[in-house]
């Protein structure tokens, strides 16, 4: 199963339907949100473009925690661990949120907040940061896919 993932959206609409545009044509079967959607007018948005499972966790920089719980009931503090496909992804808004224990048990983590989009391997663990997807802070959109069967993951710029 392919997984599209993004982070930090900052209410940038143009940003977050081109994501989902490219969600769609990669055919992705489910899609992480690692927080900083900032306000639930773009969570609104998020809801009714996207039409497979959403995971998704709350940023540093969301503020309107009830109106965001209100769109995505599913919302969470961070870390959020998943099992999908059989294997385990911990989902937080910054690395440094997940502790030791559950870094243990992932075969895949997941974070934003830096808006630099980095993938690495390191003690047999995939670690995803997909970047910055509104744009605003450096510049460069992106967002990334990662592939549950082969447990490998791309980073993919906006235009």
């Not at 997984?3 to 769609?24: P, Q, V, W």
């Not at 998704?56 to 009830?66: A, C, H, R």
Request: include cysteine.
């Amino acid at each position: 199963m392919l997984i599209g993932i993004f982070s930090d959206t900052h209410d940038n609409l143009d940003k977050i339907r081109e994501a989902i545009k490219l969600f769609r044509e990669k055919r992705v079967g489910a899609v992480i949100h690692c927080g900083d959607i900032v306000a639930p007018f773009s969570a609104k948005l998020i809801d009714a473009e996207l039409d497979v499972p959403l995971y998704v966790v709350y940023g540093n920089n969301d503020g309107e925690k009830e109106g965001l719980k209100k769109v995505f009931p599913q919302i969470t503090e961070p870390p959020l661990l998943l099992d999908i496909e059989h294997k385990i992804i911990i989902v937080s808004h910054d690395f440094s949120q997940v502790p030791s224990e559950m870094i243990e048990q992932a075969d895949v983590l997941v974070a934003g907040h830096t808006h630099v989009s980095e993938i690495t391997e390191k003690d047999g663990k995939l670690w995803i940061n997909p970047g910055d997807c509104s744009g605003w802070l450096k510049g460069r959109a992106s967002v990334a896919i990662l592939d549950t069967e082969s447990l490998k993951s791309e980073i993919m710029e906006l235009k």
